[in-house]
């Protein structure tokens, strides 16, 4: 037993040695003091509100990242660090052109700084002050309509102030968040009165553009009562209340839940479906909520579909299967729109707040008719199947009865 404890003794003794030995040799990747070789600047290209730094990092093995601090057009300080693996940074969120300083070094693991490498860029003109030039905002229903060009797909926010009389000035009200090439947001739900409005430019950096002023008086836009709608089944119609689920459930208030839509059988498209607005109304648009969870922009989704429109169902003539639709005023021919553009199955957050909000679909103002009935027709799907989900209908108009 001695000589085996002996032995033991021996052998921690040298383990202990030789692991000290290692400790020496990764010592100086740990603890050292010497500074890296400073960094090669390759290129440097402008951007949009900022600009891309290229370069060679120093090759001393414990190298860590490069890092690179500047000041802003603010004069805030910020930094970049990226890998010492990558060959590249990118600086971003300058809110006007100019020339700006650019200190580049490298950092070791022991966090010894190498020689500073000071570079001027000159970042191009920024995404806030390039979109300003092509807002244009404009009458709508029940609010204001701004168009807007974003060349560079940068993500801001479209947002809208109005002029409060009581305080003599404006203040904010809501914003659209894009990263959309171009396009157009409503926005809603404001009082059939002239009224001042603005809207400006922001970016994630905050950076803010100018601001652009109108003056509208809001189209009238009445949200109608859903407890008033029902199915009025006729030939030719699909039920919405298979597998489980009701017609009623597109028009309960609630949505971007999988298990709360209308839904359909597997059946040959197009589908037809009519609803009892419980009302006569000169419609303004309407809003169709995808069935939601993970059945986003696909499944039985509505991707191309038509809505018609009567006053009167009694005066419609006699089903005809050749042309299911006789009789009825088409309102309007609808093609979903996924911002993203993603294959089915993939989805970014813009493409569930989009339809989170609802899609709104507008009526022609010059050609408004008065109705109680519509009826849709689903014609094609988000994922190519044979059945028709809806997650929920909202209609706005001018209600005439």
Same mark, same amino acid.
């Given at each position: 037993m001695k000589k085996y404890i002996d032995l033991m003794i021996c052998f921690i003794g040298v383990v202990l040695f030789f692991g000290c030995q290692e400790e020496d040799k990764q010592h100086p990747y740990g603890t050292d003091t010497k500074a890296p070789d400073k960094v090669v600047i390759d290129n440097v290209i402008n951007h949009p509100g900022g600009a891309v730094v290229y370069?060679?990092?120093?090759?001393?093995? +414990?190298?860590?990242?490069?890092?690179?601090?500047?000041?802003?057009?603010?004069?805030?300080?910020?930094?970049?660090?990226?890998?010492?693996?990558?060959?590249?940074?990118?600086?971003?969120?300058?809110?006007?052109?100019?020339?700006?300083?650019?200190? @580049?070094?490298? @950092?070791?693991?022991?966090?010894?700084?190498?020689?500073?490498?000071?570079?001027?860029?000159?970042?191009l003109d920024p995404p806030v002050q390039s979109i300003l030039p092509s807002l244009v905002g404009e009458v709508d229903y029940g609010g204001v309509k701004v168009s807007y060009e974003n060349p560079t797909r940068a993500e801001v926010s479209l947002n809208v102030v109005k002029f409060n009389e009581q305080l003599g000035d404006y203040e904010y009200r809501e914003s659209f968040f894009t990263s959309q090439p171009e396009g157009q947001y409503s926005f809603r739900g404001y009082e059939s009165v002239k009224s001042k409005f603005g809207v400006y430019v922001e970016d994630k950096w905050g950076n803010i553009s100018?601001?652009?002023?109108?003056?509208?008086?809001?189209?009238? +836009?009445?949200?109608?009562?859903?407890?008033?709608?029902?199915?009025?089944?006729?030939?030719? +119609?699909?039920?919405?209340?298979?597998?489980?689920?009701?017609?009623?459930?597109?028009?309960?208030?609630?949505?971007s839940d999988q298990w709360n839509c209308g839904h /359909?059988?597997?059946?040959?498209?197009?589908?037809?479906? /009519?609803?009892?607005?419980?009302? /006569?109304?000169?419609?303004?648009?309407?809003?169709?909520?995808?069935?939601?969870?993970?059945?986003?922009?696909?499944?039985?989704?509505?991707?191309?579909?038509?809505?018609?429109? /009567?006053?009167?169902?009694n005066n419609l003539p006699p089903y005809d299967a050749a042309d299911p639709t006789a009789g009825w005023t088409l309102l309007k021919e609808c093609f979903s729109f996924k911002p993203s553009g993603l294959p089915i199955g993939q989805v970014t957050s813009e493409d569930i707040e989009f339809q989170n909000k609802g899609e709104d679909f507008e009526f022609d103002v010059e050609n408004l008719v008065e109705v109680r009935y519509i009826r849709i027709e689903n014609i094609a799907t988000w994922g190519d199947q044979i059945v028709s989900v809806i997650g929920e209908l909202s209609f706005w108009g001018e209600i005439t009865e």
């Open positions: 370069f060679t990092a120093p090759s001393d093995e +414990d190298v860590l990242y490069v890092r690179a601090n500047f000041k802003d057009d603010r004069g805030n300080k910020r930094e970049v660090k990226v890998s010492a693996v990558m060959d590249s940074l990118v600086i971003q969120g300058f809110g006007k052109v100019g020339n700006y300083d650019v200190d @580049v070094f490298a @950092v070791d693991r022991s966090e010894n700084l190498s020689e500073v490498v000071n570079i001027s860029i000159a970042p100018d601001t652009v002023y109108f003056e509208v008086t809001p189209i009238p +836009d009445e949200f109608l009562d859903k407890e008033k709608f029902s199915i009025f089944k006729i030939q030719g +119609d699909k039920s919405f209340s298979e597998y489980g689920f009701n017609a009623s459930q597109m028009w309960d208030k609630r949505w /359909t059988n597997f059946e040959p498209l197009p589908h037809y479906l /009519t609803i009892d607005l419980g009302t /006569t109304v000169k419609l303004s648009r309407f809003k169709l909520y995808q069935r939601g969870g993970s059945e986003l922009y696909k499944h039985g989704n509505p991707k191309h579909f038509k809505i018609y429109g /009567t006053k009167d169902i």
